[in-house]
């Protein structure tokens, strides 16, 4: 399995090829799709894509956390967290076909 990051140059470019906007154009799409995304999830907004899956920002509450080096017990502030949630059809295709063979011993 191969170990690619896509970036967003390769999202402009995978519109360019397909839909047949120019680069421009296609670059400013990829953006604004981006940007909307992100100040949905800023406002606290679930975003839902479709055969996808879900963005959800959680509030976590202050807790108390321990200083691995030192044992020493540290209070971490109250933040809220992005967890995203697959679609039962993304985990069906990221799936089928998988050699388990090709998985990492050292994946999270």
Not at 32 to 51: N, P
Not at 67 to 86: A, D, M, S, W
């Amino acid at each position: 399995m191969g170990e690619k990051t896509v970036t967003r140059a390769d999202l402009c470019e995978a519109v360019y090829q397909t839909v047949g906007l120019s680069r421009t154009e296609s670059a400013d799409l990829v953006e604004l799709v981006l940007s909307e995304i992100a100040d949905c999830l800023e406002q606290g907004e679930t975003v839902k894509l479709s055969s996808f899956g879900s963005f959800v920002v959680r509030a976590k509450g202050e807790r108390i956390g321990r200083n691995p080096k030192t044992g020493e017990e540290v209070p971490i502030e109250p933040r809220r967290v992005l967890v995203f949630k697959p679609s039962a059809v993304l985990k069906q295709r990221i799936n089928n076909g998988a050699d388990i063979s090709d998985i990492s011993d050292t994946a999270d």
